[in-house]
């Protein structure tokens, strides 16, 4: 069932009604499984094959569309497009990938096409990829604190709910000196404060023009990462903030930060059902913003990806 091109501009949203129309005959005649991924692969297509203008005259036309209300029964597409605290990527809808105990009451209140479509959506290369970026970060922070003599210093920005945390072997083993959690969401703050309590990590309520304009003192680290944050953040903004976090590492130490790939197959889905806006970027991108960095005192950066290639990772060293 393969997705012509449109005709003209005036087509564009008729052309990717008719798609979702004939994806709600699938939900009544398939099983929702089935459905979503003729969904997700559909809008990929679709994006891949409109221009921007188009792109965006679909995205707001699909939300009249029946088949909104078939797949927001799923509570983490639900939380996504209301955006329940103001801004898109909360550590709580993270927390519905991760399958956390926090979400599970949602789960377990939709109906059985909502549980049925939420096994599907959080089993995507997404979000496999979210999974997998909290157990890289988790196997960084180890991997510093076993080349370390003396317990390290990490710095987390844009932290969410540190879910790597709960992860990291370091932490248990208490090879962590400080682990500075900053993140400007309240009740992530308060999260954190809960769940690690007595531990090296500690919650910082900060943002990031707070952090731009040299507001906080923070100190020194070997290790400086921010796993989603620069998903949203402008190329400037990026620059200034990857020239911030490697002034702020001890020598030897280590700066890595991460940013979804473009035309990741899930986009479509993410940017219309859920309204969760990325910015997709690719390794060049990336580089550009430790381009500024002082050659002398970098020992080494390098850019990979993910095992499924849905995120990548940017990392420098310090001399």
């Known amino acids: 069932m393969p997705l012509a091109s ?29 459905a979503m991924g003729r969904l997700g692969s559909g809008l990929h297509q679709l994006k891949r094959r409109l221009d921007s203008f188009e792109w965006g005259m679909f995205k707001m036309a699909w939300r009249h569309h029946p088949i909104a209300r078939i797949v927001h029964q799923d509570p983490f597409t639900s939380w996504s497009y209301r955006k329940v605290r103001g801004y898109p990527g909360d550590a709580r809808l993270l927390d519905f990938i991760f399958g956390a105990a926090s979400v599970a009451e949602d789960v377990a209140r939709a109906s059985v096409v909502g549980r049925e479509i939420h096994a599907f959506s959080t089993q995507t290369a997404a979000a496999a990829a979210v999974r997998e970026r909290r157990d890289v970060l988790a196997d ?3 991997q510093i604190a076993d080349d370390r003599r003396q317990a390290i210093s990490v710095l987390s920005i844009g932290c969410g709910h540190l879910r790597e945390a709960e992860k990291s072997r370091a932490l248990a083993e208490a090879k962590i000196e400080r682990w500075v959690a900053l993140e400007q969401d309240a009740k992530s703050i308060a999260h954190i404060r809960k769940r690690f309590n007595a531990t090296a990590i500690e919650p910082f309520g900060g943002s990031i023009p707070g952090l ?7 100190g020194s680290f070997d290790l400086v990462y921010a796993g989603s944050l620069f998903d949203y953040l402008a190329p400037g903004i990026a620059a200034r903030l990857t020239e911030l976090m490697f002034s702020m590492l001890k020598p030897g130490g280590t700066l890595l930060f991460a940013n979804f790939a473009r035309d990741i197959p899930d986009d479509g889905y993410m940017e219309t059902f859920m309204d969760w806006q990325l910015r997709f970027r690719d390794e060049t991108e990336l580089e550009q913003f430790w ?19 849905n995120v990548i990772y940017a990392k420098v060293s310090k001399n």
Do not use: I
């Not at 731009?212 to 923070?218: G, V």
């Not at 381009?291 to 020992?299: F, H, M, N, T, Y």
């Open 6 to 34: 449109p005709a003209d501009r005036g087509g564009t949203c008729d052309h990717g009604l008719l798609f979702l129309d004939e994806v709600q005959n699938l939900f009544a005649s398939h099983s929702a499984t089935f």
């Open 291 to 309: 381009s500024k960095l002082p050659d002398c005192d970098v020992a080494a950066r390098q850019t990979f990806r993910g095992a499924n290639g």
């Open 140 to 142: 960084l922070v180890d």
């Open 212 to 218: 731009l304009s040299d507001q906080y003192r923070l």
